[in-house]
């Protein structure tokens, strides 16, 4: 990574360096160029005037003046000019070569059709003007003016400046490479310390924080990470606490069982109603294990996050009726009337066998925890999108500080009444494992003395 950072700040820092360099290295040189060979088209244009006027074609008016001005400018333009009549004879040469002779070229003849013309030779660092002589009157064209001069000097000045860029460029990747390795070391550190902490927290060491200090992105991914190790220890208890909660109460029965028969194999001579009492009671410990192993089992079940879930639509009113049925005896060995109140036809893309231990466990909660002579009240309605189920009971109720721990594991609001009633402490875990997994929300309402009310919502779609 440090790498890469180093090259990237490279490469931007040098190469818009370089960029913006040649960019205006080449505006330069084209303007100044540009500029010359406008300036020397505007002289050359002037001359051309002077001489039509005066009649400089003419043998008798040749006037010296404009001689020696083509003479000077030929000279301090490194370059030269020549002028020639209707004839292409050469009248004037800067360079005294070719006066008196007939000049035949393309720029020439050009100049007799009456065109002008300014060109850049780029291969001879020079610039050739042709300007033709025409009588402003008869547009008759007399002659025309050929100059060729010199752009050395803005070559040779854009080249000075291109050495310079070079030179500035090359001082610009010294420090870029200075700053670029100081930069990615910087960044690179924090992710170092991070790959370190992670690496210490893999080993084992998950009661240390991490403290990373850095830019504002670095010090959020450490706070993440002391998040993440934060919820680890939180699982790490709470795996250690239902640890020892199931080996308690797997223990607690066969503790039992074993203490009624040590109690029967101290008797040579027991009577038999107190081998049945005792054998009655082992038989009681024995469901109960069985019991708490069901439910150890569905909780598991429920925790594979990649557990299969048996998607069908099913008619929760049907489904609750069966529930009702079945644990209707539980509820009338205790007097408590069982009422269900629906408000419409209601289908729900749900797990059949895990709504319906969900549904179960509320119910048998809410007759197992009520007064005797005492009413549940199940009550299903829905709406366009879920469908709610609200389990309400003239029992016991919860204690408002209990309320938000009674759907942890081995969780007993009364342990005492709890044993008496069966509960193994598992049923609402359950039920909340089960409701999450179809993307729902239980709510509890309660006070003490006063009953409970349990409320679900379920989406009537499932969501994957």
């Known amino acids: 990574m440090r790498v890469r950072i180093f090259l990237a700040v490279f490469f931007i820092g040098v190469g818009s360096t370089l960029l913006v360099g040649y960019g205006v290295l080449g505006f ?16 050359t244009n002037q001359i051309a ?72 030779e780029k291969e001879m660092q020079r610039a050739k003007i042709t300007i033709p002589l025409v009588n402003s009157d008869t547009k008759e064209v007399l002659g025309g003016i050929l100059f060729i001069f010199s752009l050395e000097q803005e070559y040779s000045m854009a080249s000075m400046l291109q050495q310079k860029l070079l030179l500035f460029v090359g001082v610009i990747a010294v420090i870029v490479v200075f700053v670029g390795l100081l930069f990615s070391e910087n960044l690179a550190k924090p992710l170092k310390e991070i790959v370190h902490s992670i690496n210490h927290i893999t080993e084992g060491y998950m009661d240390e924080d991490v403290s990373i200090h850095g830019c504002y992105e670095i010090t959020q991914i450490s706070d993440s990470i002391n998040g993440m190790l934060k919820q680890m220890r939180q699982l790490e208890e709470t795996r250690q606490e239902f640890v020892s909660n199931v080996s308690h109460e797997l223990k607690t029965p066969i503790a039992s069982m074993k203490v009624l028969a040590d109690s029967l194999l101290s008797q040579e001579e027991a009577p038999t109603e107190l081998y049945r009492e005792f054998l009655q009671d082992i038989n009681n410990e024995i469901d109960r294990e069985n019991e708490i192993i069901t439910d150890l089992l569905s909780l598991v079940k429920l925790d594979k996050k990649n557990g299969e879930m048996h998607i ?125 997994m179809h993307k729902g929300v239980i709510k509890v309402y309660s006070r003490e003395n006063e009953g409970s009310t349990f409320t679900m919502r379920i989406p009537l779609s499932f969501i994957a």
């Open 28 to 43: 330069y040189k084209n303007q100044s160029i540009t500029s010359k060979i406008s300036h020397m088209v505007g002289y």
């Open 49 to 120: 005037n002077q001489m039509v006027l005066s009649g400089y074609l003419s043998t008798n008016n040749r006037q010296p003046e404009i001689s020696a001005e083509l003479s000077l400018a030929a000279e301090l333009s490194n370059g030269r000019i020549l002028v020639v009549d209707g004839n292409l004879s050469v009248i004037l040469d800067t360079y005294r070569q070719q006066e008196g002779t007939t000049l035949i070229s393309e720029d020439a003849v050009r100049c007799l059709r009456g065109e002008s013309r300014a060109i850049k």
């Open 312 to 436: 069908a639509q099913v008619s929760i009113n049907e489904l609750l009726e069966i529930i009702l049925k079945r644990l209707k005896p539980i509820a009338k060995a205790r007097n408590i009337e069982l009422v269900f109140e629906t408000f419409r036809p209601v289908l729900a893309e749900v797990d059949e066998v895990k709504i319906s231990l969900a549904i179960s466990n509320l119910i048998e909660n809410a007759i197992k925890y009520n007064l005797e002579d005492g009413w549940v009240k199940v009550s299903l309605n829905a709406d366009y999108k879920y469908f709610y189920l609200t389990v309400a009971d003239s029992g016991i109720g919860i204690p408002e500080s209990a309320q938000s721990l009674i759907f942890d594991r081995f969780y007993r609001v009364d342990k005492a009444r709890s044993r008496q009633t069966g509960g193994t402490g598992l049923g609402l875990s359950i039920t909340k494992n089960v409701v999450l």
